[in-house]
Every structure is written in C-alpha cells, then in structure tokens.
Nanobody, 126 residues
Framework: QVQLLETGGGSVQTGGSLRLSCAAS???????????MGWFRQAPGKEREGVAT????????YYATSVNGRFTISRDNAKNTVYLQMNSLKPEDTATYYC????????????????WGQGTQVSVSS
C-alpha cells in the first residue's frame, strides 16, 4: 500500500524559510524512481494548486510562477523522499502543503497525480 507522509511544516515570519519532506512507503526505490513527484497546496477557501514537480531522475523540475525563484524541489530516490525548500516566504504562501505522485511522461503537468499525502500546515505571518 502506497503512503506519502509529509513533515516539516510550521509557522514562520515573512522572509523566513522552511523545508518540507515527503517520505514514500510501499514503493521499492527502483519503482519510486519511476514516479513523478509533486508538491501542491491549498489555502483556506481556495482551490488546491500545483506548486512544483520533479521528474524521476531529479534533474528536471517545474514551478508555479508564484513560487519560481523562491522554492526548490528535489528528490532522493535512494530514500524514497522528495523535498521542498521554501525561502523568502510570504503570507500568501500560507496553506496546507501536500505531496503527490504519479507515473506519467508529463511530470510538469499538475493534473493526474493519483497518490496523495495527508498534508502539512505552513503558516507565514507578516
């Protein structure tokens, strides 16, 4: 059974940094390394939106315009883990952050992710 577990959320002030982690279980490392991994977020009263995605080899990444240049997605396939380094945080980054996985050739597309974690809360105060 595939499970994704996000950790690393918390409360920071504007301009601060957080690093989120998402550990996948139920995959062997060889299978995990064939999956696209992504980070999404949902703020209160808003729809869920894609934040960043990373291809299986970890070398190709894609970011939403709102976070490009401030967030960095990376993965360690040996540890079945994907990360999201968030710098220069803004109050509008406040949301529940989810990691997700899919097996697809088009990792940059935020649609089609079919395995989801439970989410971790990020709060940024001004």
């Amino acid at each position: 059974q595939v499970q994704l577990l996000e950790t690393g959320g918390g409360s920071v002030q504007t301009g601060g940094s957080l690093r989120l982690s998402c550990a996948a279980s139920g995959f062997t490392p060889s299978v995990y390394s064939s999956y696209c991994m992504g980070w999404f977020r949902q703020a209160p009263g808003k729809e869920r939106e894609g934040v960043a995605t990373v291809y299986p080899n970890g070398r190709a990444t894609y970011y939403a315009t709102s976070v490009n240049g401030r967030f960095t997605i990376s993965r360690d396939n040996a540890k079945n883990t994907v990360y999201l380094q968030m710098n220069s945080l803004k109050p509008e980054d406040t949301a529940t952050y989810y990691c997700a996985a899919k097996r697809d050739a088009f990792c940059y597309e935020f649609s089609g992710y079919n395995y989801w974690g439970q989410g971790t809360q990020v709060s940024v105060s001004s």
